[in-house]
C-alpha cells in the first residue's frame, strides 16, 4: 500500500511540473508574439520565380462544398502554365463525382480561365485522404503539392505567399493560417474563431518566430513532391497524416515553415457532436504520432535543445487531457486513504488553474492577444465561455487518447472520417 500511495504522490508532482512547463511555453509565445522582433515568412521576397505547382483537393461526399472550392481556385492569381488542380473524388456516394466532371468539363472548354483541373475518381482500395493524396502524388506534375480541404476557400494570393517559401532550400513544407469562414454562425463558432486565432496568429507564428516547430496541418499549406515522395509519401494506418509528416520530415533534417499572412478559410462545425467527433479524431491522430515519434525526436541529432524540448510538447498536447483526468481519480483515491493531507491543499487548485494554460485549446492568453493583434479586442467578451469550452474539449480529447491507447494495444485499423459540412450547396 505504501508503495501505491508513493506512485500515486509521485504522479501528481510530475504532472504539475509537465503541466508548470505549458504554462511556461505559452506565456513565452505570447510574450514573444507581443514584444519581440516577428520573423514574417518569405512574403516580402521580390523574385520573379514561380514554382510549378499541384493543388490537392480531397473530397468525400463533398456536393455541399465542391463547387465553392473549385471557382475559389478559378480566381487564384498564379500563372496557368505553372498551375494545376486535381481533384480526389475518395469514394463519394453523393453527387461530388458529378460536380467534379462538370467542373473538368468546364476548365476545358474555358482553358485560359481555368488551371489545369484534373479528376481523380477513386473507387477501389483504402478510403482516407492519406491515400487519396498517395494516389494523386503519382500523377502529379507540380514540384510543389499545396492542399486545401474541400470546404476551404483559397483566397486569390494565396498561392504565391505559400510557394515562394520553397525559395529556401531548407523548408520542407510550409503551413498557412486558419481562419473560419462561419464565425458568425453561432457561439461555438465564434469561440473555435477566436481558439484558431490563438493558435495561429500567436502559437504558430511565436514558434517560427523562435526556431522551434511549427506545425503542418494538412490544409493551407503543401510541401516539396519530390521529397515526400522519397521519403515514402504519406503513411495509410495514420489518420494525422499532418502530424506525421511535421515529424518526419525534422528527423530528416528539415524545417517547416509558417506564413501567417497565408489565411485561409475554412468552414467550422456547427454543433456541439461535430465538434466533438472532430477533436476526438485528432487526438486520436495525434497520440499515435506521439506513440511512433517521442523516442525518435529526442534522439535525433538534426534538432537542437529547445526543438527537441518543444517538439516533446507538441507531441503531448493530445495525450495531456487524459493525464488530467487521471489526476483527479488519483486525488479521489488519496483522499478516501486519507493521505491528500500530505499532499499541498493548494495542488489540486493551482493543477486546474494551470491546465487552463496549456495546449492545443489556445490558452487564455494567446486568446486575448490573438484578438488585440487581429484588431477585434471585442471578441475577448467570449472568454467566460471558455471556461465550458475547456471543459468540453478537455474530455473528448481524453476520450481520443484512450481510443489511440486502445489501438497501440490492440493493433486494429482505423477509419478515416470526414466532418459533416454545414454550408448548402451551391
Known amino acids: 500500500m505504501d508503495v501505491a500511495v508513493g506512485v500515486m504522490r509521485a504522479y501528481l508532482a510530475v504532472l504539475f511540473f509537465v503541466i508548470a512547463a505549458y504554462f511556461v511555453r505559452h506565456y513565452v509565445f505570447t510574450l514573444n508574439r507581443f514584444f519581440a522582433r516577428q520573423k514574417i515568412s ?9 514554382f510549378s505547382i499541384t493543388v490537392l483537393v480531397p473530397m468525400h461526399n463533398e456536393e455541399k462544398v465542391a463547387a465553392g472550392s473549385f471557382e475559389a481556385l478559378r480566381r487564384c492569381d498564379y500563372p496557368r502554365d505553372k498551375f494545376e488542380v486535381i481533384a480526389i473524388n475518395d469514394h463519394s456516394a453523393d453527387t461530388t463525382r458529378e460536380i467534379v466532371d462538370a467542373y473538368v468539363a468546364r476548365s476545358r472548354a474555358e482553358p485560359g480561365e481555368w488551371p489545369i483541373l484534373t479528376a481523380l475518381h477513386r473507387y477501389s482500395g483504402p478510403r482516407g485522404k492519406q491515400h487519396a493524396i498517395n494516389d494523386a502524388l503519382k500523377i502529379a506534375k507540380g514540384d510543389i503539392v499545396l492542399i486545401f480541404d474541400a470546404d476551404y476557400v483559397p483566397p486569390v494570393g494565396i498561392l504565391r505567399t505559400l510557394s515562394i517559401c520553397f525559395t529556401d532550400p531548407q523548408v520542407g513544407a510550409v503551413m498557412g493560417r486558419v481562419v473560419p469562414i462561419n ?3 453561432n457561439l461555438l463558432t465564434r469561440m473555435q474563431d477566436l481558439e484558431r486565432s490563438g493558435g ?9 518566430n523562435l526556431g522551434l516547430v511549427p506545425q503542418y496541418g494538412g490544409t493551407v499549406g503543401g510541401f516539396r513532391k519530390d521529397l515526400v515522395l522519397a521519403l515514402g509519401g504519406f503513411k495509410g494506418n495514420v489518420i494525422a497524416e499532418d502530424t506525421e ?5 525534422l528527423l530528416n533534417g528539415w524545417k517547416v515553415a509558417y506564413a501567417n499572412r497565408a489565411e485561409c478559410y475554412e468552414e467550422a462545425p456547427e454543433t456541439w457532436n461535430v465538434r466533438a467527433n472532430q477533436i476526438r479524431r485528432w487526438s486520436r491522430g495525434h497520440n ?6 517521442l523516442w525518435p525526436i529526442i534522439r535525433t541529432p538534426n534538432l537542437g535543445f529547445w ?14 487531457p487524459l493525464l488530467w483526468w487521471l489526476s483527479l481519480a488519483d486525488m479521489l483515491v488519496l483522499l478516501f486513504l486519507g493521505q ?19 495546449g492545443n485549446f489556445a490558452p487564455f492568453y494567446e486568446l486575448a492577444m490573438a484578438a488585440m493583434l487581429d484588431g477585434s479586442s471585442e471578441r475577448v467578451r467570449l ?19 484512450v481510443e489511440a491507447v486502445i489501438d497501440r494495444i490492440s493493433g486494429r485499423s482505423i477509419e478515416w472520417k470526414k466532418t459533416e459540412r454545414f454550408r448548402q450547396a451551391e
Open 340 to 358: 491528500l493531507s500530505l499532499v499541498s491543499g493548494l495542488m489540486p487548485l493551482v493543477l486546474s488553474i494551470l491546465y487552463g494554460c496549456i
Open 245 to 249: 509528416l511535421t515529424f518526419r520530415l
Open 307 to 320: 526543438e527537441k524540448v518543444d517538439g516533446v510538447l507538441l507531441l503531448f498536447i493530445y495525450l495531456l
Open 42 to 50: 518569405y512574403n516580402d521576397i521580390l523574385d520573379d520565380q514561380t
Open 183 to 185: 464565425a458568425g454562425a
Open 383 to 401: 472568454l467566460p465561455y471558455f471556461l465550458y469550452y475547456f471543459a468540453f474539449s478537455l474530455w473528448y480529447t481524453a476520450v481520443g487518447a
Open 200 to 208: 495561429y496568429q500567436v502559437d504558430q507564428q511565436a514558434r517560427y
Open 288 to 293: 499515435q504520432v506521439l506513440f511512433a515519434y
